[in-house]
């Protein structure tokens, strides 16, 4: 297994990772992450200052990912858990928590003191996770992140 910040000949692998996973969980839907503008082109979405995206590989295949970004419509300090999704063979060996911890990580040297996220009901292999990572629930979402199709929000104080 590999860890490692996205590189710039990643972005079509992992945007069709994100674009699999969500068909898979029936939730290829307007305003979420499957019709992102830029999701073939994470690399340049994660080169912002404070931001990070981390691939994550298994035997040279790339297999998923997760990254950290600001948000300017967020309450000061805080940054986004963004764009967490594993290919099946890549799920329920522990990857999904080993990248949240790698976030965690990066968002706290940074200097942010919360993690944000949303997500969806469908997706609920996810949930469980970010539950026992110690993020807890809001009953709306923090500010504008572009995803109106989400409807889960959850927090984590570093």
Not at 10 to 33: C, M, S, W
Not at 35 to 54: G, N
Not at 64 to 88: R, S
Not at 116 to 133: F, G, H, Q, S
Request: with cysteine; hydrophobic share 40%.
């Amino acid at each position: 297994m590999i860890i490692r910040p996205i590189k710039q000949e990643d972005n079509l692998a992992i945007g069709f990772i994100i674009q699999q996973v969500l068909r898979e969980f029936k939730a290829d839907k307007p305003g979420t992450a499957y019709f992102d503008e830029q999701l073939f082109e994470l690399h340049t979405v994660f080169a912002a200052s404070s931001a990070c995206y981390w691939i994550i590989e298994l035997e040279g295949k790339i297999v998923g990912g997760c990254g950290i970004l600001p948000n300017q419509h967020l309450p000061a300090g805080y940054c986004e858990l963004v764009k967490l999704y594993l290919l099946p063979e890549a799920r329920g060996i522990g990857l999904g928590k080993i990248l949240i911890n790698q976030c965690l990580v990066s968002a706290k040297e940074s200097g942010f003191s919360h993690v944000y996220l949303e997500t969806l009901p469908e997706l609920d292999k996810a949930i469980p996770l970010y539950e026992k990572m110690g993020f807890t629930y809001l009953a709306s979402s923090l500010g504008e992140t572009g995803h109106f199709g989400c409807s889960v929000w959850m927090v984590k104080e570093l």
